[in-house]
């Protein structure tokens, strides 16, 4: 007997097809709709007629047949789900089951699954029409012999499986071309015969779908539910497929045995009363026929997203990550500079801190100690100056001389060191003044000459005689600048000539441009030295000058003094031959008629100095002097002596208040700064005393800076004298305090 041996159609396993087919709401609700409306009809149809039979309005022959055969065994296929199938308790279920309790219900005839049979052998046995049924059979020609086959009553779909980028579009293009297709099945069948295709014949529909898969095959051809299956079981995303309805191949028929036409009859009527309700609800319970490749390219395409956002995400998370560790990293590493930075700075800080400090302590004792020998130096000068006015032997004058000479040098570098000390402490002022141009230049020569007399030099000057009169500026301070630049000419010259010509330019806004130049025929200095020249302590060409005194502060004072009085000093210099010094300072003009037109001024005062002609005294008058230094004391003393006056003296303020309270004075010199109550302090007390207002008070100050006369007025002093004590100004200051009444002419 020939039969198609149909079990290996059946080896493909659908269960877990059902268990993962998701419900479609809105074929659900349509379903749910359908069924109601079943249900309605069926009622109705129940109440409107009374039997089964009369809906199938089966013939006589067949409703004999149900009687005679109640009961029609069934071949099972218990592996061939979801169409029939044996489930774990071992109870037959699937879609043809299902069908055939719905034909039971209309027929009355009751299916015996034989489970006990394999599936071959029920074939054999329904073939030899032992058994009565098989439920699900695809249509070939053969069966068509063997069988009586059922009208079709599930509809499968056929799936032409191709590669995404198939040449093949349809159906009619297979034709000639070879298309996998599993061994032994009505496809195969179908594709040779109906399609017309060459057939390449494989175990499975898996194995089929796999050779298209990776290119060995251009198409298959399967049913779709199980193409759909295979498909999704295999995670193939490379294929699509062509769904197709064939005439003959495309569904399930029941197969009879074929001495049987009653049943097949019976079983088309009832197949016929079936509903599309009982269909729809057959199929939603056992499966679901999407677009399964829409889903899977859909969920592909998801997953590409994903993978894609996630590498993105990762990329991003990697890329953030590593820029925060760089930042981090970064900031770290700036943390650590900015921490050496600071650290670095403080230490700097600290080191520059100690450096001001050092330098201000070095600043500040070099102006204390400089200031504390003036004091003793200036008792020194003009106690020797003193001595040389008495009647004494011409070798004890000349003695006394040589101690002033003395003096006066160990005071000049004193006071070097005094002013370069004031300079580096930004304590130096210039302090503007009314002076007669004459009397400066007259000083300075006075001053200088006798230097030039010791050496076989000539002194020449060659003074612009049209320069103004009158001036204002820091007389002192260009006196200064001028005695040095010419010791400097009478130091550095052994003989020749030294010329000092000063003139003026650029006269505008009421300045002028006062031009002093000393030039000498001295030792000159090296170009490599000229640099080094106005730096401090500096002196140059030290073998040629170790027997010239100096502190190499001259210049440096010079300069500092020039360009605070918004001047310049420069030299010119041919090593051997002689310098040139060259200082230009602006000056104020109060008077521009020419100087040669004024009085002898300076010389006259440089006379009168000398000889100190006062012309009266004063024995009535009482005069305080109050100092805490005893040599101060003893200076002002001798230098009052001329005008007898009675003198008391007092070494701090506590004791001055006291003795003004004791005492009536007529006139007090109160020192500035003392330690314990100071001048200031004394001067205010006295002022508050009775009758003190009206004491003159002049104020002894050993810095006489910028604005020292306002602050002494406004301190209460009626006048200040500036130590050391310049014996004509102490003259003028006497002669205007001390009241008239008390002084007696001198016969
Ligand atoms: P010092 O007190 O040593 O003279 P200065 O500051 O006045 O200090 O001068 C600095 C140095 O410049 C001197 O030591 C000397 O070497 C040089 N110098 C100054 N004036 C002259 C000059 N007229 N001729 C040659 N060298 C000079």
Avoid at 403 to 424: H, R, T, V
């Amino acid at each position: 007997m020939e039969y198609l041996p149909i079990s290996s159609e059946r080896s493909c396993v659908f269960r877990r097809c059902l268990s993962t087919a998701r419900e479609d709401g809105k074929k659900h609700r349509k379903a749910l709709f359908c069924i109601s409306v079943v249900i309605f009809l069926q009622a109705v149809a129940l109440a409107g007629a009374s039997a089964q039979d009369s809906v199938l309005a089966l013939t006589e022959a067949e409703k004999d047949f149900i009687q005679a055969h109640p009961v029609i065994s069934v071949g099972v296929d218990p592996l061939f789900a979801p169409f029939e199938f044996l489930d774990n308790q071992g109870n037959y279920v699937g879609i043809a089951p299902d069908y055939l309790a719905l034909v039971s219900a209309k027929t009355g005839l009751r299916f015996e699954p034989a489970k006990d049979v394999s599936y071959a052998e029920a074939q054999e046995k329904v073939l030899a029409h032992e058994m009565d049924l098989l439920p699900t059979l695809g249509w070939t020609e053969e069966r068509e012999r063997q069988f009586l086959l059922s009208q079709l009553y599930y509809e499968l779909k056929l799936a032409l499986v191709l590669q995404e980028e198939s040449p093949i579009k349809s159906t009619a293009d297979v034709r000639g071309r070879p298309i996998a297709v599993q061994q032994d099945t009505s496809n195969a069948d179908f594709a040779f015969k109906t399609l017309g295709a060459g057939v390449s014949i494989y175990k499975s529909e898996q194995d089929a779908l796999l050779a298209v898969a990776d290119g060995r095959e251009t198409a298959m051809l399967g049913y779709l539910p199980t193409v759909l299956y295979s498909i999704r079981d295999f995670g193939l995303s490379n294929l699509h497929y062509i769904t197709f309805d064939s005439e003959n191949n495309n569904g399930w028929h029941m197969g009879v045995r074929n001495d049987w036409p009653e049943l097949r009859s019976i079983l088309n009527k009832a197949f016929a009363a079936i509903t599309p309700a009982e269909k729809a609800e057959i199929q939603s319970r056992w499966i679901r026929v999407s677009d399964y490749g829409e889903r899977q390219r859909m969920l592909h395409l998801t997953v590409a997203i994903v993978a894609l956002l996630s590498a993105m995400l990762a990329f991003a998370l990697l890329k953030t990550y590593s820029q925060k560790k760089k930042f981090a990293r970064h900031q770290q590493n700036e943390l650590i500079l900015q921490e050496m930075v600071r650290q670095r700075t403080e230490e700097l800080q600290d080191q520059t801190r100690l450096a001001v400090e050092a330098s201000l302590a070095k600043s500040t004792f070099l102006a204390k100690m400089s200031h504390e020998i003036r004091t003793p130096m200036n008792a020194i000068i003009v106690l020797s100056e003193m001595l040389s006015m008495r009647d004494l032997p011409s070798d004890a004058l000349e003695e006394i001389w040589n101690i002033k000479q003395a003096g006066i040098g160990l005071l000049s570098i004193i006071n070097d060191i005094l002013d370069f000390s004031k300079i580096e402490a930004g304590k130096m002022d210039v302090v503007d003044a009314d002076y007669m141009f004459r009397s400066l230049i007259k000083d300075v020569e006075n001053m200088i000459r006798p230097r030039f007399a010791e050496k076989p030099i000539t002194f020449v000057t060659n003074i612009d005689s049209g320069l103004p009169g009158r001036l204002r500026g820091d007389v002192v301070r260009v006196r200064q600048i001028l005695l040095n630049m010419l010791s400097n000419a009478a130091k550095y010259t052994d003989e020749g000539t030294v010329t000092f010509t000063v003139s003026g330019s650029g006269q505008e806004n009421g300045k002028i441009l006062l031009s002093f130049e000393v030039a000498d025929t001295g030792i000159g200095i090296k170009e490599e030295d000229m640099g080094k020249l106005f730096g401090s302590f500096s002196q140059v060409d030290h073998q040629k000058n170790q027997h010239i005194e100096g502190t190499g502060l001259g210049l440096v004072i010079s300069r500092n003094l020039c360009n605070m009085m918004g001047g310049e000093i420069s030299v010119r210099s041919v090593y051997g031959k002689g310098s040139v010094f060259t200082a230009v300072i602006p000056q104020t003009v109060l008077d521009e008629r020419p100087f040669s037109q004024f009085a002898d001024i300076g010389e006259a005062a440089w006379r009168n100095r000398e000889k100190r002609n006062i012309g009266y005294t004063a024995p009535k008058a009482n005069v305080l002097a109050v100092d805490d230094s005893k040599v101060n004391l003893k200076i002002l003393k001798t230098l009052l002596q001329p005008y007898k006056v009675h003198f008391d003296t007092c070494l701090s303020g506590e004791e001055a208040i006291v003795m003004a309270k004791q005492n009536s004075y007529d006139l007090i010199f109160m020192d500035h700064m003392m330690p314990g109550m100071d001048g200031m302090e004394a001067t205010a007390a006295i002022r508050g005393l009775e009758g003190g207002k009206a004491i003159p008070i002049i104020a002894l100050t050993a810095n006489a800076i910028s604005g020292m006369r306002e602050m002494f007025l406004e301190n209460g002093f009626s006048d200040y004298l500036s130590k050391p004590i310049n014996i004509a100004t102490l003259d003028e200051l006497f002669a205007t305090w001390i009241n008239e009444g008390l002084k007696v002419k001198n016969p």
